[in-house]
């Protein structure tokens, strides 16, 4: 089975630019599907999310100085 998608010059160049020499586009499209990996929401534990928030926070205060 076939499907047809249609992107602009650009996006094509885009690909191409990407697509690996014995890849065809399926191949290309399926590669970069999957390497994109979903946001595992609620990852930190309640710890390290404190550490990050006072980490932002002194750089930000460094910057106002």
Known sequence: ????????DGTKR???SLKQEDETFDDLLERLAQSEKPIDI?????????RARESV?????????
């Open 14 to 16: 885009m690909l191409e």
């Open 1 to 8: 089975m076939s499907t047809s998608i249609r992107v602009s």
């Open 42 to 50: 609620g990852a930190w534990s309640t710890e390290k999310a404190e």
């Open 57 to 65: 926070k002194r750089s930000r205060e460094s910057f106002e100085r």
